[in-house]
Protein backbone atom coordinates (compact mmCIF):
# COMPACT_ATOMS: atom_id res chain seq x y z
CA UNK A 1 0.00 0.00 0.00
CA UNK A 2 1.35 3.42 -0.86
CA UNK A 3 1.48 6.24 1.33
CA UNK A 4 -1.40 8.00 -0.18
CA UNK A 5 -3.65 5.62 0.57
CA UNK A 6 -2.64 4.81 4.20
CA UNK A 7 -2.78 8.46 4.37
CA UNK A 8 -6.22 8.13 3.39
CA UNK A 9 -7.40 5.36 5.52
CA UNK A 10 -6.23 7.05 8.36
CA UNK A 11 -8.29 9.82 7.73
CA UNK A 12 -11.31 8.21 7.59
CA UNK A 13 -10.52 6.21 10.41
CA UNK A 14 -10.18 9.42 12.43
CA UNK A 15 -13.43 10.65 10.71
CA UNK A 16 -15.29 7.51 11.62
CA UNK A 17 -13.97 7.85 15.41
CA UNK A 18 -15.20 11.22 15.90
CA UNK A 19 -18.57 10.32 14.65
CA UNK A 20 -18.90 6.80 16.96
CA UNK A 21 -17.62 9.69 20.04
CA UNK A 22 -20.59 11.97 18.83
CA UNK A 23 -22.88 8.72 18.88
CA UNK A 24 -21.64 7.78 22.24
CA UNK A 25 -22.42 11.83 23.61
CA UNK A 26 -25.59 11.67 22.32
CA UNK A 27 -26.43 7.91 24.24
CA UNK A 28 -25.01 8.99 27.24
CA UNK A 29 -25.13 11.73 30.31
CA UNK A 30 -21.50 12.19 30.15
CA UNK A 31 -20.13 15.81 28.90
CA UNK A 32 -18.65 16.68 25.88
CA UNK A 33 -15.20 15.23 27.04
CA UNK A 34 -16.38 11.34 25.90
CA UNK A 35 -16.18 12.59 22.14
CA UNK A 36 -12.51 13.33 22.83
CA UNK A 37 -12.01 10.47 24.82
CA UNK A 38 -13.74 8.01 22.93
CA UNK A 39 -12.24 9.54 19.60
CA UNK A 40 -8.51 8.72 20.65
CA UNK A 41 -9.49 5.32 21.83
CA UNK A 42 -11.26 4.50 18.53
CA UNK A 43 -7.95 6.26 15.96
CA UNK A 44 -5.39 5.06 18.78
CA UNK A 45 -6.23 1.34 18.04
CA UNK A 46 -7.01 2.20 14.34
CA UNK A 47 -4.16 3.90 14.14
CA UNK A 48 -1.62 0.91 15.61
CA UNK A 49 -3.47 -2.05 13.58
CA UNK A 50 -2.76 0.51 10.29
CA UNK A 51 1.01 0.60 11.29
CA UNK A 52 1.13 -3.33 9.65
CA UNK A 53 1.22 -1.76 6.54
CA UNK A 54 4.21 0.38 7.23
CA UNK A 55 7.59 -0.32 6.34
CA UNK A 56 9.29 -2.65 8.63
CA UNK A 57 13.12 -2.31 7.53
CA UNK A 58 14.33 0.18 10.59
CA UNK A 59 16.06 3.18 9.80
CA UNK A 60 19.63 4.38 11.04
CA UNK A 61 18.22 6.70 13.56
CA UNK A 62 15.38 4.79 15.29
CA UNK A 63 12.95 2.46 14.80
CA UNK A 64 10.72 1.52 12.02
CA UNK A 65 7.77 3.79 10.61
CA UNK A 66 5.64 -0.28 12.22
CA UNK A 67 7.36 -0.17 15.28
CA UNK A 68 6.88 3.97 15.80
CA UNK A 69 3.01 3.89 14.76
CA UNK A 70 2.26 1.02 16.63
CA UNK A 71 3.51 2.75 19.71
CA UNK A 72 1.74 6.02 18.74
CA UNK A 73 -0.87 4.41 18.46
CA UNK A 74 -1.17 2.39 21.40
CA UNK A 75 -0.58 5.35 23.51
CA UNK A 76 -3.12 7.30 21.90
CA UNK A 77 -5.77 4.81 22.61
CA UNK A 78 -4.49 4.74 26.41
CA UNK A 79 -5.21 8.35 27.24
CA UNK A 80 -8.64 7.53 25.67
CA UNK A 81 -8.56 4.81 28.17
CA UNK A 82 -7.60 6.72 30.92
CA UNK A 83 -9.60 9.79 29.98
CA UNK A 84 -12.87 7.38 29.83
CA UNK A 85 -12.08 5.89 33.20
CA UNK A 86 -11.43 9.30 34.81
CA UNK A 87 -14.84 10.62 32.89
CA UNK A 88 -16.71 6.90 33.61
CA UNK A 89 -15.53 5.97 36.79
CA UNK A 90 -14.54 7.46 40.53
CA UNK A 91 -11.27 6.08 40.51
CA UNK A 92 -8.55 8.05 41.80
CA UNK A 93 -6.31 10.66 39.51
CA UNK A 94 -3.00 8.79 41.24
CA UNK A 95 -4.37 5.34 40.41
CA UNK A 96 -5.00 6.32 36.63
CA UNK A 97 -1.49 8.01 36.43
CA UNK A 98 -0.52 4.72 37.68
CA UNK A 99 -2.52 2.33 35.08
CA UNK A 100 -1.23 5.05 32.00
CA UNK A 101 2.88 4.99 33.74
CA UNK A 102 2.62 1.13 33.81
CA UNK A 103 0.93 0.65 30.32
CA UNK A 104 3.97 3.58 28.42
CA UNK A 105 6.74 1.19 30.77
CA UNK A 106 5.31 -2.06 29.05
CA UNK A 107 4.88 -0.26 25.37
CA UNK A 108 8.64 0.65 25.78
CA UNK A 109 9.73 -2.38 26.33
CA UNK A 110 7.50 -4.20 23.45
CA UNK A 111 8.99 -1.38 20.99
CA UNK A 112 12.71 -2.25 22.24
CA UNK A 113 12.18 -6.14 21.42
CA UNK A 114 10.09 -6.00 18.71
CA UNK A 115 13.20 -3.58 16.96
CA UNK A 116 15.60 -6.41 18.47
CA UNK A 117 13.51 -8.84 16.80
CA UNK A 118 13.32 -7.27 13.46
CA UNK A 119 17.08 -6.49 13.44
CA UNK A 120 17.87 -10.29 14.17
CA UNK A 121 15.51 -11.36 11.24
CA UNK A 122 17.49 -8.91 9.24
CA UNK A 123 20.65 -10.06 9.89
CA UNK A 124 19.64 -13.60 9.56
CA UNK A 125 19.15 -13.44 6.05
Known sequence: MNNNTLSAITAVA?????????????????????????????????FGVLSLWHPKDPSKFGPSPLINNM????????????????????????ILIVI????????IIMGVLAKKLLTKNKEGQ
Open 14 to 46: FIVAIAIGLIVYLMTDYGLMIILWVTLLIFGLA
Open 100 to 107: LLISLAWV
Open 71 to 94: IIGYIIAMIGVIGLLYTTTDLDPV
